[in-house]
């Protein structure tokens, strides 16, 4: 059972305006939220993050929003740049009394930049 | 560049076979994460080590273990091989002070059984 979900595989956003990506999650108990980021042949690249106590975070050109209620969050890029072509993840995790958990992944987002 | 480092970066072998995927972390870094990346998995958390103890676990299989030794690098080994164990195994590393601590991934090591 997925219980981070990126229901579009892929996205096509021409450069200059703005990306919007979304993650639905199922498991009331996450409480921290990431969106990293992948090129082809690397491994993730950490981006942006946002605790469930708050429901927005600026980082320049990239903004997370997290609605509780509604269990989804989205990934902002404004403006979008060639070099933002990547596919992007959301990731989530609860404190299960150890400190620091692995992370749950959604399948991932294929962001394509056009020229 | 992460800072975190993973051997091999390609490993092809057969079915029933053992391998040894090994891992260093960041300079710093006491947690050591390990992920498996599928086509229709995704990416999926297997174990977690913090200076040297087991964290937590996620969807490892009994054939595969994980250690993470004094000086902080780790190996994750993969035995009895099947055909869907191919895959990108990725290394992730943290500082461990925080429950939200980053994790920095390494560049994975492709696994292909045949």
């Known amino acids: 059972d997925q219980q981070v979900k990126q229901n579009s595989p892929s996205l096509s956003v021409q450069e200059g305006r703005i990306s919007i990506l979304n993650c639905d999650y199922t498991n009331s108990m996450f409480d921290y939220f990431l969106w990293y980021k992948k090129y082809p042949a690397e491994g993730p690249t950490f981006l942006i993050s946002i605790s469930s106590i708050k429901d927005k975070n600026e980082d320049g050109r990239f903004t997370v929003f997290l609605n509780k209620s509604a269990k989804h969050l989205s990934l902002h890029i404004v403006p979008s740049q060639p070099g933002d072509s990547a596919v992007y993840f959301c990731a989530a995790s609860y404190y299960s009394g150890g400190g620091a958990d692995g992370l749950t992944f959604g399948k991932g987002t294929h962001l394509i930049i056009q020229p | 560049d992460s800072g975190v480092t993973q051997t091999p970066k390609h490993l092809i072998t057969a079915t029933g076979q053992r391998v040894t995927l090994r891992c260093s972390p960041r300079?710093?870094?006491?947690?050591v994460y390990w992920y498996q990346q599928s086509l229709d998995q995704g990416l999926q958390f297997l174990i977690q080590?913090?200076?040297?103890?087991?964290?937590a676990k996620g969807n490892i299989l009994e054939r595969f273990s994980a250690q993470q030794f004094p000086d902080l690098h780790s190996e994750l080994n993969l035995s009895s091989l099947e055909l869907g164990d191919s895959a990108l195994y990725f290394c992730?590393?943290?500082?461990?002070?925080?429950?939200?601590?980053?994790?920095?991934f390494g560049p994975g090591t492709r696994l292909t059984v045949l």
């Open positions: 992730a590393s943290s500082d461990g002070t925080g429950r939200m601590d980053t994790q920095y």
């Open positions: 080590y913090y200076n040297g103890e087991e964290r």
């Open positions: 300079s710093g870094d006491l947690s």
